[in-house]
């Protein structure tokens, strides 16, 4: 026999498993469930299967309260379930705990042989407050003002007030109405139709004072600012301060970060576009990007200016683009986005959401050190929200390197041989939530990046040597 959970829907099972019980072959662990498993399997097989044992030994139930919008068992390992009495059946690793109210509506619909309560049901149950019984089969406020502003996001207004809508009908049949109350504040709050006094979290007062930020985003920066702000980060000081090192790194920096991008031109056509302003007829807007990225690069004035707020932040951010992409209008220079962008299958923060995680992030950079722990932060904060139609990467790097050039720090290059590393380790946090590798990426670059730039032909001919114009499958970086 497979060891497996076995519950007693009939009278005929329940002599068929009592005999099995006999044999010695399963064993009893609660009211009409029996099992073959270990004892320390159970509990979490229990919990795993919890939707097959209510339904199997109650069927007649409602999925119902903070089960209905999670489908998981609560952090005390209790589902909670409506029907026509309140008790409990107890078992290892799982308590399903009834709770006595109106049955299934037309629109609460089928979940593995039971019902469930529809959303806008589900909603107003969460808004309960009966001081008579413990919370728990309630989400907490901020929870569910969460989902909502999810909500909100995924589908627009017009979801919402169909959410609304029908909670309204719901209430009125059912009497709810000092919890369709509850639900009818927090949504106009987040609709801005009422006072933000609504809502409680802060993504939903966010929404509500017209600033919402991505909350998958913030918790990203957070990782990377406990990552951060626990290791003793730092890039080397600059002591080649001459005009010639800072023209030329300028240069080389401008040169490589369009490279990422796509735009690759030879050395020499760079040289040509960067140093005699020859633009090459058959590309002249990808030459303009280079020398954009250059002209902002080049600038020390500019480059030391770091922001002392967050709407500073966003002015620096909306400057340097229109200038880095004067010529290239489909990217709107200096305009924040007004679609979703995405990368493969990392889709970024949307439109609406990119001013509200800018100020949401800056709180975190302003926290951080100077120097190269804000660099990375800031890298990563422009990087994951991607707040323009195009030239997302180039940006990045320049706020990057400008928080290192006002600390007086040797500022970082990507080159081409390490594009593949730098890109993986940005991955490593947007897709799987791992802050170190882009930390040790960047504390990397930062240390052979440390050259002097000051004679052009010698340091072309080191950084040859050191295999950064090599395409990284064929080549690896010699620090």
Known sequence: MEPFLFAAKSQRERRRLAQLKEQGRIRQIGPRLYTSLSEAEVPAAARGAWAMVASALFPG??????????????????????????????????????????????????????????????????????????????????????????????GGEAELNKVRDRAREIAHELGWRAEYQRLDAAIGALLRTRSAGGVTSAPARARALGEPFDTACLE?????????????????????????????????????????????????????????????????????????????????????????????????????????????????????????????????????????????????????????????FSMFLVSDVHPFDGGNGRIARVMMNAELVAAESSTIIIPNVYREDYLLALRALTRRNRPGPIVDALARAAAFSHLDFSAYPQVLAELRRRNWFQDPEDAQIIA
Do not use: C
């Open 61 to 154: 139930a409602l999925v119902s309260f903070r089960t209905a919008l999670e489908y998981v068992p609560s952090p005390e390992r209790v589902v909670f379930l409506t029907s026509t009495t309140n008790r409990r059946a107890a078992y290892p690793g799982l308590t399903i705990q009834f709770i006595r109210g109106p049955g299934p509506l037309p629109d609460d619909g089928p979940f593995l042989g039971l019902r469930a309560s529809s959303l806008p049901r589900a909603l107003l149950e969460n808004f309960k407050r009966d001081a008579r019984s413990a919370s728990a089969r309630t989400l907490p406020i901020e929870h569910i003002e969460r989902k909502l502003e999810q909500l909100l996001r995924d």
């Open 220 to 376: 990203r920066l957070q990782l990377l600012f406990g990552e951060l702000n626990t290791r003793a980060v730092s890039s080397p000081s600059d002591a080649f301060g001459s005009p010639p090192h800072y023209r030329n790194k300028a240069f080389f920096d401008s040169y490589f970060s369009n490279y990422i991008e796509g735009t690759a031109f030879e050395i020499a056509q760079a040289e040509q576009i960067v140093f005699d302003k020859k633009i090459p007829a058959a590309r002249p807007v990808d030459a303009h990007d280079i020398l954009g990225t250059f002209h902002v690069l080049s600038d020390p004035n500019e480059m030391r200016r770091t922001p002392s707020s967050s709407n500073e932040l966003l002015e620096l951010l909306r400057a340097r683009h229109e200038k880095m992409l004067a010529r290239r209008p489909e990217a709107r220079p200096g305009l924040f986005k007004q679609e979703v962008n995405r990368a493969g299958n990392t889709v970024f923060v949307i439109p609406e959401y990119v001013v509200g995680t800018m100020k949401t992030g800056y709180e975190l950079y302003a926290a951080l050190d100077r120097g190269l722990a804000r660099a990375i």
